[in-house]
């Protein structure tokens, strides 16, 4: 086991280089460049730059070196300093930025991710075990109707409902008043009240597809040799649900909450945009629209080491949970 | 037991959404009652200005000097007939408030210095010429060659250090001559010798403290105005620089303090620091609001400057309103939406928004307020002249396809579709009112004709394909007029819609999107045929990019801009009206009068009514500027960049009424 987990924790350095050049080179792909962005956005507010601005700025940031002078500079940066560069719109180190974002952004995906699991699990055991019956179809019409439903057209829903009944569109985490203020009872209300929308909005995508994935593996397990066993002997059904059925059928789930790490690291984006959400998300997409290249690259490669991380962390986690797998992996 | 289940589920879903409505009710009144309670506690002030005698100050200031902490509004004002006395558009204000103002981010720099922006000489109201702002007068000698400006005594930075000549003198010769902040030294500082159309730079020396001298060689009539437009801000704090750049510090040192700063290199951290300065809390300004935190923050915000020049005719030190609060909106729609929420007292918007602000004017509690803009069309489209095919060039350059395309089109119908018929059917032409009008341009060109465009094409020697469909050149081969839109900027719907009017014609049409980077580069690399785009111009002696080509800018001219900018050694060699329109520019540059000025302006201006080098189909659309009912002394005034849009209306004037 341990063996094993060193081997794939090495594999993960090349990966993670490769993936980083690959990102590198991507981002620079379209035309342009960033300065060429930036002096058009400067041109429609009347700001004329001139052939000889542009160059100083390429000049300046370095834009002028071919790629592979750019991403190396920028790796060896990262890898002897931890320095992830310099992010060109900002003007400042892009570890400032990310950490500026990160708190939100966690607490955001957070609570999203609680009210995904604390929503999805129940109602998945509830609709397989009342297969067929109302709440059944209740609860999967709804699923399959918020899996259909795009994100960002479910959050311009509830702000459309928030605005025409509240005169307010809920923009943002916070009302006017606490933004600035220090983290009182107060804020944190005023925070709670503003994450219902976001959390809602994010969570329910994922919300759907638990429940499916949750009533699907209960209705495999409940028909299981040993759940019958388990009635013959008369222990009582709830026991048998949760202890037997239940922890047999959480194992997908339990294997892909690894990859939410990722998720919980760089928030959404659509989502955040649409509601003026201050985290990560729509920081990155800007950044990644004006080829502000160390910003998009370092937030890319720190999204493709939380999804190599998180892999890893799920298969311990399905190690542990289930025995099966941990037979097997003994026996290699 | 499994129905106990489901009733439990039940009750508690239920639950769960009442709690969010309930809640989500909560902010509703919570919003209001944070607002009933900034009224309550800025109500005082007009109580105290109204009854008691005019407080001369701001009630926030006025606690700070009470403290202690600041000395009394006399002695950071500039002496008593040096202190400007700004008119207010409605009535007296109120002092106290916030203006919420939603940007974009560091980005949107540009809207907010507008709506602060103090010039050395400012515009007046109806945007022809200048008047004296920062600067207290100037003196002009017969020839033009001399310029005093004279400052305020007693003016004060927004740190308290007196502002004088030498600050003027500090800017020229250290920021300006050395270029520090990314820009060459501005075009206003040169004159232009008439005979051998040499350019010498300005020699400007301090005369006293509150006096510099501008000294020309050759004559220059439109310094102040183009001062006021290349260069507003033709001072700086010398104090505050002498610590930061490298020149005074050394490179070293300069270096550490851009890192404190949060950059890499000197060059940018000389650019933002001396250009884009009034995002940094530590550079002092003359400005009425100032920086108080950083610009990345969710909130940004800039706060009355206690040592601002100017008073309302009561003797009142402005600004009235105490804050200006950005807060960051990740898209433009936000700013709509909080607009129609009144959550924003005054707010600037396209055209565009028109009709869903107006819908929701009385509900959100504030008015529309229409501006005047010098744009030449709502809708139109230019030809490069200089495009790379020679066949399409010799096309473009030809007056007969400039007139054909102008006849295929409904504009009535277009102005209909695209403006809601508030851009009625007109050419491209300079709007009634503004400098050069031209009696009867708007008409030129304006009957939808097609059998006329037809006959035009036929003239021209366009012949058709088999099929008879579309048109090809007079040797057979393909034709087709690629626009390109630049996304998002450029009217989509507009695009279709002409596309039809041409397709109608016989003319085969196709359409790229390109982002504004691109679009930006395309231009440059001359690859962009046909441009949906517009021209604004105020007056072309002010500003002659646009109509003018000096440089590459405007799609029309294309190429003919690199020829002049690179001094003939790359682009295309102006010819015929065009190589016109740049002696006459020359011969305006060189102008001793500013009668002279107008002559050439004209010149200008009937050349392009003659070529039509700018396609319109409708009239020019207003610029909307976004009130809420409780905030004064916001006028409808003309929306352009030369007189910086809501800048032009005076912000710090701007008060919110209890």
Redesign the interface.
């Known amino acids: 086991m341990l063996r094993y987990m060193l081997r794939r924790t090495l594999i993960m350095v090349p990966v993670t280089l490769f993936v980083s050049m690959i990102v590198f080179i991507i981002i620079q792909l379209?035309?342009?460049?960033f300065v060429?962005?930036?002096?058009?956005?400067?041109?429609?507010?009347?700001?004329?730059m001139?052939?000889?601005?542009m160059a100083?700025?390429r000049?300046?940031?370095g834009l002028d070196k071919p790629w592979y002078v750019q991403y190396f500079t920028w790796i060896i940066g990262i890898l002897t300093e931890g320095d992830f560069g310099?992010s060109l719109?900002?003007?400042?180190?892009v570890s400032?930025?990310i950490g500026?974002y990160m708190g939100i952004t966690i607490i955001v995906s957070l609570v999203s991710m609680v009210f995904t699991y604390v929503v999805a699990i129940?109602?998945g055991i509830?609709s397989a075990?009342?297969q067929y019956?109302f709440?059944d179809y209740l609860a999967t019409g709804f699923g399959f109707l918020g899996m259909a439903t795009p994100n960002f057209l479910l959050a311009i829903i509830l702000?459309f409902i928030?605005?025409q009944?509240?005169?307010?569109?809920?923009?943002?985490l916070?009302?006017?008043?606490f933004?600035?203020a220090p983290w009182t009872a107060a804020k944190w209300m005023?925070l709670?009240?503003?994450m219902?929308?976001p959390v809602?909005v994010i969570g329910t995508s994922n919300t759907c597809e638990l429940i499916r994935v949750m009533r699907g593996q209960m209705l495999d397990e409940m028909t299981k040799p040993h759940i019958l066993t388990a009635r013959a002997k008369g222990l009582p059904?709830?026991r048998i649900l949760l202890k037997y059925s239940a922890r047999a059928a959480i194992n997908p789930i339990v294997s892909t909450i690894g990859w939410s790490l990722t998720t919980i690291f760089t928030g959404s984006t659509i989502t955040?945009?649409?509601l003026?959400l201050?985290t990560q998300g729509?920081v990155m997409h800007k950044a990644l629209?004006?080829?502000d290249m160390y910003l998009a690259g370092s937030w890319l490669l720190l999204m493709a080491v939380f999804t190599l991380l998180g892999t890893l962390i799920s298969d311990i986690l399905l190690a542990w949970l289930d025995p099966r797998i941990r037979m097997t992996r003994k026996g290699t | 037991m499994a129905k106990k289940w489901v009733l439990c589920f039940m009750v508690v879903l239920m639950a769960a959404s009442l709690l969010a409505a309930c809640t989500s009710n909560n902010s509703g009144s919570n919003g209001n009652k944070g607002n009933n309670g900034a009224n309550a506690e800025q109500s005082p002030s007009p109580a105290a200005t109204v009854k008691a005698e005019i407080a001369p100050e701001a009630p926030m200031l006025a606690e700070l000097v009470k403290a202690g902490t600041l000395k009394p509004v006399e002695e950071r004002m500039p002496v008593k007939e040096d202190i400007m006395i700004e008119p207010v558009f409605e009535e007296i204000g109120q002092y106290g408030g916030e203006w919420n103002f939603p940007w974009n981010g560091p980005d949107d720099k540009w809207g907010i210095s507008m709506a602060t922006e103090e010039a050395m000489f400012r515009f007046k109201e109806d945007g022809t010429s200048v008047e004296p702002n920062v600067a207290k007068g100037y003196d002009v000698n017969a020839d033009a060659t001399e310029y005093k400006i004279y400052l305020r005594q007693g003016m004060k930075w927004s740190d308290g250090v007196p502002f004088t000549a030498d600050d003027v003198i500090f800017y020229w010769e250290h920021m300006l001559i050395p270029e520090t902040f990314g820009k060459a030294l501005y075009d206003c500082y040169y004159s232009v010798n008439p005979v051998t159309g040499e350019k010498t730079r300005a020699e400007i020396v301090k005369v006293d403290d509150y006096t510099v001298k501008v000294t020309f060689k050759d004559p220059s009539v439109l310094f102040l105005e183009r001062l006021a437009i290349d260069n507003k801000w033709f001072f700086a704090p010398a104090h505050y620089y002498k610590t930061i750049l490298p020149e005074f510090i050394g490179e070293e040192a300069a270096l550490a303090k851009a890192k404190e700063y949060g950059f890499e290199d000197l060059k940018n951290f000389g650019i933002w620091t001396g250009y884009y300065y009034w995002l940094y809390p530590q550079r002092p300004t003359l400005r009425a609001w100032v920086a108080k935190n950083d610009m990345n923050s969710d909130r940004f915000i800039m706060e009355r400057n206690p040592y601002y020049f100017k008073t309302d005719s009561e003797g009142q030190q402005l600004p009235y309103m105490d804050r200006i609060v950005l807060t960051k909106m990740q898209d433009k729609s936000h700013k709509l939406l909080e607009t129609m929420a009144g959550h924003v007292e005054v707010g600037s918007f396209d055209f565009t928004d028109y009709t869903v602000l107006k819908e929701n004017e009385a509900k959100g509690n504030y008015r529309v307020i229409p501006w005047s803009t010098p744009n030449w069309s709502s809708t139109g489209v230019q030809l490069n002249q200089t495009t790379e095919d020679p066949k399409l060039r010799a096309l473009f350059q030809d007056i007969r396809f400039r007139e054909a395309l102008s006849l295929a089109a409904d504009r009535k119908e277009i102005s209909e579709i695209i403006t809601n018929g508030l851009g009625e059917a007109s050419q491209a032409s300079i709007q009634k009112g503004l400098p050069n009008y031209q009696e009867g341009w708007s008409n030129q060109w304006t009957a939808y004709d097609t059998d006329g465009a037809a006959k035009l094409l036929d003239e021209i020697g366009l012949k058709w394909d088999a099929a008879h469909k579309y048109r090809t050149f007079a040797d057979g081969s393909d034709l087709t007029l690629t626009i390109y839109r630049e996304d998002p900027s450029d009217n989509e719907k507009f695009i279709e819609l002409i596309r039809k009017y041409y397709e109608g014609v016989g003319l085969k049409t196709d359409v790229k999107i390109v982002d504004q980077g691109s679009f930006f580069d395309l231009k440059y690399a001359n690859k962009i045929p046909v441009t949906v785009k517009t021209v604004s111009v105020l007056n072309v002696a002010f500003r002659p990019d646009e109509l003018v080509p000096l440089r590459v800018i405007t799609p029309w001219f294309g190429h003919y801009g690199l020829y002049t900018s690179s001094q003939g050694k790359e682009g295309v060699k102006p010819e015929g009206d065009v190589a016109k329109i740049l002696e006459d520019w020359d011969k305006l540059k060189a102008a001793k009068t500013k009668e002279e000025v107008q002559k050439w302006t004209d010149d200008i201006i009937k050349l392009h009514q003659k070529n039509q080098w700018v396609i319109g189909y409708t009239a020019p659309t207003p610029g909307l500027v976004v009130a809420r009912n409780d905030v004064r002394n916001v006028p409808s005034l003309i929306a352009s960049d030369e007189t910086r849009y809501i800048g032009h209306a005076h912000p710090a004037q701007f008060f919110i009424k209890k």
Request: hydrophobic content about 40%; glycine content about 6%.
């Open positions: 379209p035309p342009g460049d060429s962005g930036y002096a058009a956005k400067m041109a429609t507010s009347g700001e004329i001139d052939e000889q601005a100083l700025l000049e300046s940031y310099y719109s900002y003007n400042r180190p400032d930025i500026q129940p109602i509830l075990v009342k019956s709440f702000m928030s605005f009944w509240w005169g307010d569109p809920m923009l943002g916070f009302s006017a008043e933004t600035d005023d709670f009240k503003h219902i929308i809602i059904e709830w955040a945009i649409v003026n201050p729509p629209l004006s080829q």
